[in-house]
């Protein structure tokens, strides 16, 4: 998914809606919610929690990077120092492995990360199907990806053995719609 208008700075009415979305999905792994701002994908998460205490890694353009800086105040760093990462291009395996973790006494120092896919799925539909619970799940509920790798989704769950250390992740599809899958969740991939 790639960005075609220049990137605004959001007002605080639109940062605040995000931001309350952000924190509802967190709260229902794999529940899908629509953003109002379809076109940013997933540079909503640095937009709308970036500042100028924040260290944000943005995987994409260069324009799109500085352009993330301008509109937030925050400091562009590597994926090993961020601490909001947007992932606009392919990300691999190898990516979310560099992610900070946090540990058992500083969890909060753990990443937080948006990463762009083609499509989300209520069902079982999609070319990867996710099977999540744990807290905000009541039994369990069905997430299905499509333009992700096996692979990513498996360094992400690698990622998060070690609750509370771990990373929240979002996941945007092309269509703005956004899920979670925060570092307390239990995930299966079928």
Not at 8 to 33: K, V
Not at 36 to 55: F, S, W
Request: glycine share 8%; aromatic share 4%.
């Amino acid at each position: 998914m790639t960005i075609a208008t220049k990137l605004e700075y959001l007002d605080h009415f639109a940062s605040q809606s995000i931001f309350r979305l952000l924190l509802e999905t967190l709260s229902r792994p794999g529940q899908i919610s629509q953003l109002a701002q379809t076109e940013l994908g997933a540079l909503v998460l640095p937009l709308a929690l970036g500042d100028v205490h924040t260290r944000v890694a943005v995987c994409a353009s260069e324009e799109l990077q500085n352009d993330v800086v301008w509109a937030t105040g925050a400091v562009l760093t590597g994926l090993d120092d961020a601490d909001l990462v947007a992932c606009c291009e392919d990300i691999d395996a190898a990516s979310i492995k560099q992610l900070r973790r946090g540990t058992a006494l500083v969890p909060e120092l753990g990443a937080k990360i948006a990463i762009n896919c083609h499509q989300l799925h209520a069902d079982a539909s999609g070319e990867l199907t996710l099977t999540l619970s744990g807290p905000g799940v009541e039994g369990s509920i069905t997430l299905g990806l499509d333009g992700l790798a096996r692979e990513v989704v498996d360094a992400i769950i690698e990622a998060n053995a070690h609750f509370p250390a771990g990373i929240d992740v979002w996941f945007v599809d092309q269509s703005g719609h956004l899920a979670a899958l925060p570092r307390s969740c239990r995930v299966e991939v079928r």
